[in-house]
């Protein structure tokens, strides 16, 4: 036992932005980052499929909605994913062949239902009943997942919180894995993992707000479970299309310009650059839907039975448009709430010298160092 190595645990996030990988080590009882890599410009992965055509919800007839559908998945998108993950685990020399993997919100049916009190051999029956009047497919195509979330205070009735996910999604990230010649430990939702990362054994409520390449997802977090979540297509790209017409560059220069210039906005020798209200006059067709979905959020979620008196303590930003200029503050200003962008390496042990580039890179990699640490906290 002496000699022996420590253990290691693998996160990968397959999202819009790329892949993203973060490994983590147990030494001395603590998380200890080990490497890291992420590439970007990648297709959304929960576009990859090739199903029947006839297989569009919205194109199915009653009829054909109660049989289980048979995806088809195309080789050439698994080697093209197998190959770039075999590709930046060897550049970032991994070690854990065995991996924990998000699973895109987009493509996640999730609800709370109540339920009255059950016995245990009545609960799943009763359970399935209600999923499937909810499900937008057959509950045969779907894989399912649930967790009691407590008792309802205003009434003798329990909370049960259910995600539902396409059976082809599972088999995709199956094949990728298995062609990369690697071990599919789990799947998780990527508000698991966001919540293991920046919120952890605080039991406050509080909203996460995930800003990717595409879109930014809002979830309301209520004693570790993400009790709410939505998502609005509004993300890192519409920022980019900001700036490209701003100053006249070219798209594929923008995303390292759009730190620099970010950077020289919040200071230039002590002083700021461009004031808060004209940077927000700039960019308010990213920041104003922003605004909108955090108060409907609220209202949906206080709208809840047992949730009347709640209201989230905090808001915390992150993914890689997180980091755009005087948006927690507009954020605390408008709701009266404290707002920030959260730290995932909070929980992780790494070298002092590398922590300015961690910094910088941190809001992109928060669902990675969550799947990374599902065993090590």
Known sequence: ???????????????????????LKQVKKRPMLFTYGYTSDLQNVHQLFVIEKNNNIENLTAERKT???VPVIDPTQVKKYADLLKAICVNAKVVSKIASVSLPVSVIFHAVINLP????????????????????RPIEDMVLDYQIVGPNSQAKTQRVLVNAVPKELVMFYTEVFKSAGMVLDSLEPESVALERSLIGR?????????????????YIIDQSFAITHHSIEVGGERISKILVNLLGIEEDLVEQLKYDYFDNILRKDGQL?????KFSEIFMPVIDPI??????????????????????????????????????????????????????????????????????????????IGLALRKLV
């Open 1 to 23: 036992m002496i000699f022996s190595k420590p253990k290691s645990y693998l996160g990968v996030d397959l999202g819009a932005g790329g892949i993203k990988v973060v490994e």
């Open 67 to 69: 049989q289980p559908t």
């Open 117 to 136: 009190p059950l016995k245990k051999e009545e609960f799943d029956k009763v359970l399935r009943a209600e999923i499937k009047k909810l499900l937008p």
């Open 202 to 218: 605080d039991q406050s409520v509080a909203m996460i707000i995930d800003m990717g390449a595409e879109r930014t997802n809002f």
């Open 273 to 277: 650059k461009m004031s808060k209200e």
């Open 291 to 368: 605004v909108k979905e955090i108060e409907y959020s609220f209202e949906l979620y206080m709208k809840q039975a047992g949730n009347e008196e709640k209201k989230p303590e905090k808001i915390i930003l992150t993914g890689g448009a997180s980091l755009m200029p005087f948006l927690s503050e507009h954020i605390t200003e408008k709701f009266n709430i404290k707002c920030y962008v959260g730290d995932p390496w909070g929980r992780v042990v790494y070298q002092d010298g590398i922590k300015p580039l961690l910094n910088k890179i941190g809001p992109r990699m928060s669902v990675a």
